[in-house]
């Protein structure tokens, strides 16, 4: 990872060409693959089989979530999601070399043709959020983003960007299966040892977004250290969307173990969890109690923990099928923009769903609800996977 101081590439794609060839729907095959004990790894490859029709497809299991009717979102809530869409959509200004490290956003840190950097009318705290590190991916390496100070609302925001270049398109398309193991090798052993939170055993993770963990700059710990070190009453939100989504999940695993308490809150996320690491990174969250504090309140709890906002026309939060995503769910349930506040839903946490097909619970995460994701054409949802809030794969328009 190098720190450098001072039109969205779809993942569904790249899921469309190879989970399509997990299952090949025909009349003689009813098989669907829902976990990684369905398929078989060899030499990195996947082993699949196909029937004769030579079609293409993908069955998952049919599942529907429930909403929490009376758990409300707040105006806040609300308000804090297209904040946090905006600041996701400011990454893709990076490709531009558009951000400024050490300036404000309303002094040039980001560009001043958007109202979300130049108008404090549209975005208050513009003339005191400062752009403290731009985070750039090498060759072979994830993790693009930036690292910004609101030293108005006392938040230090990390966000990372989706998929744009060769390398994300790679580490898309690797999509079997690698044993988790954390960076803060240390700070987990500290964590276990202590009984706050339970060996990870025979965790799995996507292979391509663990690309991020091998490649993790020390430089990056040491810069959110020395800021929490001036300003340790301060709040940490990690976020992104896209393949950002799924880095900014890795990240904010890291940051927890490290002592932090963060806000992870991912947009348009692909699941990237074996069942086994899905449940340790919800007890590491807390997600459980969050859960259950946001049902005692009548409202979302959302100072802190793992969040999962999802489009619910985005096909993307569904893939890979025999992948688990974290935390507490979001659900956006109007296609087209804009999204108001009557358009939100919470569904609670990622295992929150009931198969319709057998009535046992799956624990696919709610983002599959979808009976048949059929042919490519059928697959390609991109204005769902952009439409959060705004168009927040462009750094334009907010």
């Given at each position: ?287 459980e109690r969050i859960h259950q504090l946001s049902l005692d309140e009548g ?100």
């Amino acid at each position: 990872m190098r720190v450098v101081p001072g039109v969205i590439s779809s993942v569904l794609l790249a899921y469309t060409g190879l989970c399509a060839q997990l299952e090949r729907n025909g009349s003689t095959s009813s098989s669907r693959i829902t976990s990684f004990r369905d398929i078989e790894i060899l030499n990195d490859t996947l082993a699949t089989s196909q029937t004769e029709t030579g079609i293409d497809a993908i069955t998952v299991w049919p599942a529907k979530s429930k909403p929490y009717d009376d758990v409300q979102i707040s105006q806040e809530l609300y308000e804090r999601l297209v904040y946090f869409s905006k600041i996701c959509a400011l990454t893709y200004c990076i490709t531009g070399e558009e951000l400024v490290v050490g300036s404000t956003f309303a002094e040039g840190g980001c560009p001043a043709k958007l109202d979300f950097c130049s108008d404090e009318t549209i975005n208050p705290t513009a003339g005191r959020t400062v752009v403290e590190l731009v985070l750039l991916a090498e060759s072979n390496e994830l993790g693009t983003g930036f690292l910004a100070v609101d030293h108005e609302k006392e938040v230090v925001v990390l966000s990372f960007r989706g998929s744009s270049t060769n390398q994300d398109w790679l580490s898309d398309f690797a999509i079997y299966p690698t044993p988790y193991e954390p960076v803060s090798k240390e700070h987990y052993r500290q964590w276990v040892d202590a009984g706050r939170i339970s060996e990870c055993e025979d965790c799995l993770v996507h292979r391509g977004f663990n690309v991020f963990l091998k490649t993790l700059s020390s430089q990056f710990f040491e810069r959110i250290e020395a800021i929490f070190d001036t300003f340790p009453d301060y709040n940490l939100v990690v976020t992104g969307h896209s393949l950002g989504a799924a880095v900014a999940s890795l990240a904010g695993i890291e940051l927890r173990l490290r002592g932090h308490d963060p806000l992870v809150l991912t947009y348009a996320s692909p699941n990237i969890f074996s069942g086994k690491l899905r449940a340790w990174v919800d007890e590491l969250f807390e997600t459980e109690r969050i859960h259950q504090l946001s049902l005692d309140e009548g409202e979302v709890m959302f100072r802190k923990g793992y969040f999962r906002v999802v489009h619910d026309g985005d096909y993307i939060t569904m893939v890979p099928p025999f992948y688990e995503p974290a935390g507490l769910e979001l659900f956006i349930t109007h296609r087209e923009l804009p999204q108001r506040l009557e358009d939100l839903q919470y569904r609670g946490s990622s295992t929150n769903i009931v198969s319709l097909e057998n009535g046992n619970v799956s624990l696919a995460g709610s983002g599959q609800g979808h009976r048949f994701l059929g042919p490519l054409e059928r697959w390609i949802h991109m204005y769902e996977h952009r439409a959060y809030f705004l168009l927040i794969n462009t750094c334009d328009g907010f």
